[in-house]
């Protein structure tokens, strides 16, 4: 299904799939566009009113004089004077055979009707009680539709200039009127409503009332069933025009995102768009997004509702939904009407004031469940839980309520604060954020940590790498180059990366301050034993058996939990770094084992034949589906290739492509958000790879943004 959508100043048509959400085309119109304006050798602001059919000529109005032309689309000749207007002119239609124009001016009770070729006024279409706002012909031409300020709108033989017939409104401002392809019926638009009505008797066949602000264009399907609508409200609607009701609504976000509703609730959106959105409940309170994201992103129910056909597409889109929602660990009966879910939020929420003077912020805290005893709770500052992942545990106390006050540190700058409770059964009240920005008497100073790890050198040297050292190096050195004094720096290489020198890394980064930013770099072999569990190489790791002496994925992101730095990001340079579907790799395993074929624990790759089936379908879908929303350290975690990918490394770059990347992004921007170094990093990676090697996020933040 496609949508299009013209942008402000018409120079351009820009068309949409709203099943797939990507950008079709754009059109450009001309070098100028209809409701632009242009300069005259003289230096005289000249509006565009409206080009011919064909093209070639061009209908302006020139305020200073008052002058109203036509010329040719060069501007190159004068065609035609129509003169005999002493107000300001606002909008002309060509007849869809060029051969006629009918123009409209400023609260001016008549239309005029001109020819195309000499100029010539053919008839003036005259409403005795109110001024004309817009006038247009039917698509043969035989006929003219009028809309007045007094929300009536009038059909009139453009051959005569004789009325036809009129219907009027007046619970509404019109604004405009549209034919539809046969000429049969018309479209009104007005403040906030459409209108369908019978050209021949007047009658109203459908009203469509669900857009927010003015309607300002609208057209019709070929078979009338339906017709879209954009508004003033930023949105575009798809309508049933026969059933009255509105099939989905549609918006865009900057030049690339877009936005997907049906009546439902249910969404589809790009990831850039449903990063912006937040819930607002009937009280007025915010309720972070990501909690109801799981519940309302289902791509599936809106191609279903919208009439999509393609079936396999459709379980597609609900497999990788039904894969989130596993990995999240969601039980979906909280989904249901009626279920009952835990309330918290901070108590003293509204003696709070926004901008604070002290370093420390009091809250109190009270949650409740009605049904099931409470599990624990917890307290986010910029998206990093301040009492780890878990949070506190208080299901030894077996209360459906808490009440508790606790003090925490702010951030200088903003600060996005919440908080939430979770039942015995998993379920998690929903989270309310409360902002304050803290400006400190003197500007705290930030201080960069950096844990760099790198190993090409093992006690099995057949697995030997050649640039992994140099990766972390290269990148001590540019980090020292930017930073200078205000970077701390601990590193480790080959001998030294063991299980129990990464983990005493911990208490370093226990010693940094809510100021601070963290980066961690491990550049090195990525292994997947046979039960999919995801390794990082240590000097002395069994490569057959990586669970023998390799560093645990989890080992390494926990060096970032509970530490008092809020600013934190992983870069892994390794093999299948991103996420892997554990379920689908151990089926896949299964199959391999059953036909016989060998299988190694740092080996994923299938053949082209069996991905289909499986990773692509559903894990790989679901993670450019939906943003990962999942509990975390409140780190941004940036992969150098997906789950079933290798990190490639290259001798003329004479470091891993990832890392290279890296390098290169930060050398051509001294800063950098965190955002669009993913992005630019990931477009670099799979250019330099031929697509071979895609970096993921295992994790990221979604509200807060900060820079490198």
Known sequence: MKFK????????????????GKIISDKLSYEWGIGSSIYTLMGVKTDILAVS??????????????????????????LANL?????????????????????????????????ASSGELLSNLRDPISPILHAVFSPDGTKIVTSSLRNTTKIWYASSGELLTEFADYSDFFGSAIFNADGTSIMTLSDRNVRIWNVQSGKLLASLNGHNDFVISGDFYSDNSKIVTSSSDHTCKLWDAINEKVLYTFFTVGNIDYFVQIPSGYYKASAGATKLLHYVTKDLKVITFEQLDVKYNRPDKVL??????????????????EKRIKKLGIDTTQF????????????????????????????RIRGTDNTYKLDRFNVWVNESPLF??????????????????IT????????????????????????????VNYTPAVKQKEMIRFIGIGIDRFADSQHNLEYSSKDIRDLTVKLKQKYKDSIIIDTLFNENVTITNVKALKQKLMETSVNDKVIVSYSGHGLLSKDYDYYLSTYSVNFNKPEENGLPYDELESLLDSIPARKKLMLIDACHSGEVDKEEGIAMQKMADSLGLAAKGIIIDQPQTQQHVGLKNSFELMQSLFVNVGKSTGATIISAAAGNQFALERGDLKNGVFTYSLLEAMNKYPSIKISELKKIVGERVEQLTGGLQKPTSRNETIAVDWSL
């Open 83 to 115: 003169n005999g207007y002493i107000t300001d002119v606002t909008s002309a239609s060509f007849s869809p055979d060029g051969t006629k124009i009918v123009t409209v001016s400023f609260g001016n009770n008549i239309a005029k009707v001109w020819d």
């Open 408 to 435: 925490i540190k702010l951030s200088q700058g903003e600060n996005r604060i919440e908080t939430s409770i979770t039942n015995v059964n998993g379920t998690e009240s929903y989270r309310m954020p409360l902002h």
């Open 388 to 405: 780890g992942q878990r949070g506190i545990s208080i299901k030894k106390r077996k209360s459906n309520s808490i009440d508790t006050t």
């Open 336 to 363: 249901r009407d009626g279920y009952s879910v835990p309330e918290a939020d901070f108590v003293n929420r509204d003696s709070i004031e926004y901008e604070q003077k002290t370093g420390t912020l009091r809250l």
């Open 53 to 78: 059919p064909d093209g070639k000529k061009v209908v302006v109005y020139t305020e200073q004089y008052k002058a109203l032309q036509i010329w040719n689309r060069q501007f190159s000749e004068l």
């Open 304 to 321: 279903e509702a919208i009439g999509n056909t393609d079936t396999a597409l459709i379980s597609s889109y609900r497999k990788a939904w």
């Open 5 to 20: 959508k013209l942008n402000s100043n018409a120079l351009y048509t820009r068309t949409w799939d709203i099943e797939s």
